[in-house]
Antibody, heavy 123, light 114 residues
Framework: EVQLLESGGNLVQPGGSLRLSCEASGFTFSSYAMTWVRQAPGKGLEWVSDISGSGETTHYADSVKGRFTISRDNSKNTLYVQMNSLRADDTAVYYC????????????????WGQGTLVTVSS | DFVMTQSPDSLAVSLGERATINCKSSRSVLYSFNNKNYLAWYQQKPGQPPKLLISWASTRESGVPDRFSGSGSGTDFTLTISSLQAEDVAVYFCQQFYGTPPYTFGQGTKLEIK
């Protein structure tokens, strides 16, 4: 059974940093690209960043480029996002999501999602 | 970037009746090389993450009831629930996954029981 478990969400002040983790199980983690998607309270879904199975290819939304860094440790079956210079509009539930198809570096859509972790940026 | 616009924003349908949700892309998501539309539909119930219902505009995921169907091509797409059940109350999102990121979502359509 595929499971994705996010952690690391917290209340942080504007300008602060946070690292989120997503621990995966139930599939061959290194074979699948992974993505972070966020959802502000009461709002829609926003694609944030993705990383290929090998970790060599990454992409970022313009809204987080230069502030967020996605990474993965395939030996630990874990996905990360390092979030720096946080702003109030980064407040959201952050989901990690697994690509539906193995081996792709683009064209991602998602068949499994974690339950999400809440990041609140406020003074 | 692609802009995905759903209509309506909210919808109330009686149990057993048809529900129709539309999604319009600012650019075509049809890739002529393989004649596939790079469009997915998700269902999100309160307090839960999204669930993949349909990919490639019309391919239902395993386990998804056949009352859910997707149609359309190019820039205009529709998610249809043929006979609304109480458990279908949710917010529905379309997502384009054409080419390189960002892979944008529609703003969502909230479906309720009338």
């Amino acid at each position: 059974e595929v499971q994705l478990l996010e952690s690391g969400g917290n209340l942080v002040q504007p300008g602060g940093s946070l690292r989120l983790s997503c621990e995966a199980s139930g599939f061959t983690f290194s074979s699948y690209a992974m993505t972070w998607v966020r959802q502000a309270p009461g709002k829609g879904l926003e694609w944030v960043s993705d990383i290929s199975g090998s970790g060599e290819t990454t992409h970022y939304a313009d809204s987080v480029k230069g502030r967020f860094t996605i990474s993965r440790d395939n030996s630990k079956n874990t996905l990360y996002v390092q979030m720096n210079s946080l702003r109030a509009d980064d407040t959201a539930v952050y989901y990690c999501a697994k690509d539906r198809v193995a081996g792709r570096t683009i064209n991602h859509y998602f068949d499994f999602w974690g339950q999400g972790t809440l990041v609140t940026v406020s003074s | 970037d692609f802009v995905m616009t759903q209509s309506p924003d909210s919808l109330a349908v009686s149990l057993g009746e048809r529900a129709t949700i539309n999604c319009k892309s600012s650019r075509s998501v049809l890739y002529s090389f393989n004649n596939k539309n790079y469009l997915a539909w998700y269902q999100q119930k309160p307090g839960q993450p999204p669930k993949l219902l349909i990919s490639w505009a019309s391919t239902r995921e395993s386990g998804v009831p056949d009352r859910f169907s997707g149609s359309g091509s190019g820039t205009d797409f529709t998610l249809t629930i043929s006979s609304l059940q109480a458990e279908d109350v949710a917010v529905y999102f379309c997502q384009q996954f054409y080419g390189t990121p960002p892979y944008t979502f529609g703003q969502g359509t909230k479906l309720e029981i009338k």
